[in-house]
T-cell receptor
Framework: GQQLNQSPQSMFIQEGEDVSMNCTSSSIFNTWLWYKQDPGEGPVLLIALYKAGELTSNGRLTAQFGITRKDSFLNISASIPSDVGIYFCAGRTTNRGSTLGRLYFGRGTQLTVWP | GAVVSQHPSWVICKSGTSVKIECRSLDFQATTMFWYRQFPKQSLMLMATSNEGSKATYEQGVEKDKFLINHASLTLSTLTVTSAHPEDSSFYIC??????????????FGPGTRLTVL
């Protein structure tokens, strides 16, 4: 299946700093999604991107759908302790056949925020 | 909106027993539900895709006779781990989506079920 390369694998930052993480793929995606997972919980959708070049914000979070459709990044500005968690990128290719709606996930970025 | 629940949140069972996990979409009708497995410090691995009223589509390497999936209604899917063994211990997460344009056509995840097989 498609492989998503997500980096960095982990980040240790101080409260107030900005954070950036990205995902790249060898395949084209029609949708890029960013999820956050807290320990022992399911992922929560943060931002959904549907058009190449699209830049979308959700509070302190900003994500972009790369022009080539093979990459996306997520920025978090002015980090706070509750930003701690694992952030996953996910891509979706086509909406045909049995792979309808199927997502491919990155390996995740573990974010730690020091007060 | 877009709330997905799972039950139980955790379960401990003896080797050889079967365990059923329920996934419900609480405020929307889910045409499709997905089951994932996640090992510690790893990403989500898709096990199967389930459409209401039809057989689930399993990913390569996932034993359909071991992981029985039933999607009997638009709000409920169940995963039964049959004859569980310690290597089946994992975090099982479901997601649900409505395959139509609108706010629910993305996958919304349940809180997960921690399975420990002794």
């Amino acid at each position: 299946g498609q492989q998503l390369n997500q980096s960095p694998q982990s980040m240790f930052i101080q409260e107030g700093e900005d954070v950036s993480m990205n995902c790249t793929s060898s395949s084209i995606f029609n949708t890029w999604l960013w999820y956050k997972q807290d320990p022992g919980e399911g992922p929560v959708l943060l931002i959904a991107l549907y058009k190449a070049g699209e830049l979308t914000s959700n509070g302190r979070l900003t994500a972009q759908f790369g022009i080539t459709r093979k990459d996306s990044f997520l920025n978090i500005s002015a980090s706070i302790p509750s930003d701690v968690g694992i952030y996953f990128c996910a891509g979706r290719t086509t909406n045909r056949g049995s792979t309808l709606g199927r997502l491919y996930f990155g390996r995740g970025t573990q974010l730690t925020v020091w007060p | 909106g877009a709330v997905v629940s799972q039950h139980p949140s955790w379960v401990i069972c003896k080797s050889g027993t079967s365990v059923k996990i329920e996934c419900r979409s609480l405020d929307f009708q889910a045409t499709t539900m997905f089951w994932y497995r996640q090992f510690p410090k790893q990403s989500l691995m898709l096990m199967a895709t389930s459409n209401e009223g039809s057989k689930a589509t399993y990913e390569q390497g996932v034993e359909k006779d071991k992981f029985l999936i039933n999607h009997a209604s638009l709000t409920l899917s169940t995963l039964t781990v049959t004859s569980a063994h310690p290597e089946d211990s994992s975090f099982y997460i479901c997601s649900a989506s409505l395959l139509a344009a609108g706010p629910y056509n993305e996958q919304f995840f349940g809180p997960g079920t921690r399975l420990t097989v002794l």
